[in-house]
């Protein structure tokens, strides 16, 4: 039942859209016809991209208060727990916020998954609609790449426009020292690692699919890039200025309902 609803309403639409993108196409690019329905999903996701991006530039803008507020209630758990929440409220900061959209993307990115994955199987194309012509044949040729079979250039490619992505995504929290002062930090050497990590992550898989997944891949991660840019510009305001702020008032609040 759930396989036949997600067929029905993600995976045959995706595959649809692709192959009238193919066959609308001068020359029947299906490089281009990849990049278009890239950029259309990532148009139609843009609301939810966008809202899983502010939360998670938001979240990294705080995080040197939060650590100040973790140092000065460490050894109690309950006063710790209450402040952080007071202050995520104070900054309108939903810390699940981010989160939801990319749940909500998931199933639409299996689907494009696994259309890309298949195109190239002839009998996949029996799950056209009646309208939608059916080509004689998919040329996967794209600027001298063959698209049906795996490309370590695109999948190279792919890995380095994620690494940038995710260096913009810690672009925004600025170094203030406090790390160094407060010690080990397990939060922060684990975004180094993922830093890291998901580019190599992206080549290896990319690299082992059809080159139209690491051409798709490239594509959402460069809008991504750009949106990320575009939020990083927006989100001017000195977030750490104002938490610290707030925080003062918290404490002070906090100190009154010690007494």
Same mark, same amino acid.
């Given at each position: 039942?759930?396989?036949?609803l997600?067929?029905?309403?993600?995976? /045959? *639409?995706?595959?649809?859209?692709?192959i &009238? %993108?193919?066959?609308t196409?001068p020359?029947? $690019?299906?490089? #281009? =016809?990849?990049?278009?329905?890239?950029?259309?999903?990532?148009?139609?996701?843009?609301?939810?991209?966008?809202?899983?991006?502010?939360?998670?530039?938001?979240?990294?803008k705080?995080?040197p208060?939060?650590?100040?507020?973790?140092?000065?209630?460490?050894?109690?758990?309950?006063?710790?727990?209450?402040?952080i929440?007071?202050?995520?409220?104070?900054?309108?900061?939903?810390?699940?916020?981010?989160?939801?959209?990319?749940?909500?993307q998931?199933?639409?990115?299996?689907?494009l998954?696994?259309?890309?994955?298949?195109?190239f199987?002839?009998?996949?194309?029996?799950?056209?609609?009646?309208?939608?012509? /059916? *080509?004689?044949?998919?040329?996967?040729? &794209? %600027?001298?790449i063959?698209?049906?079979?795996? $490309?370590?250039? #695109? =999948?190279?490619?792919?890995?380095?426009f994620?690494?940038?992505?995710?260096?913009l995504?810690?672009g925004?929290?600025?170094?203030?020292?406090?790390?160094?002062k407060?010690?080990?930090?397990?939060?922060?050497?684990?975004?180094?690692?993922?830093?890291?990590?998901?580019?190599?992550?992206?080549?290896?898989?990319?690299?082992?699919?059809?080159?139209?997944?690491?051409?798709?891949?490239?594509?959402?991660?460069?809008?991504?890039?750009?949106q990320?840019?575009?939020?990083?510009?927006?989100?001017?305001?000195p977030?750490?200025?104002?938490?610290?702020?707030?925080?003062?008032?918290?404490?002070?609040?906090?100190?009154?309902?010690s007494?």
């Amino acid at each position: 039942m759930i396989s036949a609803l997600f067929n029905e309403i993600l995976y /045959r *639409p995706i595959l649809n859209a692709l192959i &009238f %993108l193919y066959n609308t196409i001068p020359g029947h $690019n299906f490089g #281009l =016809a990849i990049i278009l329905l890239t950029i259309i999903i990532r148009f139609i996701l843009f609301p939810l991209n966008q809202k899983s991006l502010k939360a998670q530039s938001a979240m990294t803008k705080i995080q040197p208060e939060l650590k100040k507020i973790q140092q000065k209630y460490k050894d109690n758990s309950t006063e710790r727990n209450k402040a952080i929440m007071a202050f995520y409220k104070e900054n309108k900061v939903n810390p699940a916020s981010g989160c939801l959209p990319i749940l909500i993307q998931f199933p639409i990115l299996i689907a494009l998954f696994q259309v890309l994955r298949q195109v190239f199987d002839p009998s996949i194309l029996d799950q056209l609609y009646y309208f939608i012509q /059916r *080509p004689e044949v998919i040329n996967p040729s &794209f %600027l001298g790449i063959d698209l049906a079979l795996p $490309n370590l250039s #695109l =999948a190279v490619l792919a890995g380095v426009f994620q690494f940038i992505q995710s260096k913009l995504m810690m672009g925004a929290k600025k170094d203030t020292g406090q790390t160094k002062k407060e010690g080990f930090d397990m939060a922060s050497l684990m975004g180094k690692q993922m830093l890291y990590f998901m580019p190599i992550f992206t080549v290896v898989i990319a690299s082992r699919f059809p080159a139209g997944l690491a051409l798709y891949w490239t594509m959402t991660t460069l809008f991504s890039i750009g949106q990320q840019y575009l939020i990083n510009r927006k989100i001017d305001k000195p977030v750490n200025v104002i938490a610290r702020k707030e925080s003062v008032a918290l404490d002070g609040r906090l100190t009154k309902q010690s007494r």
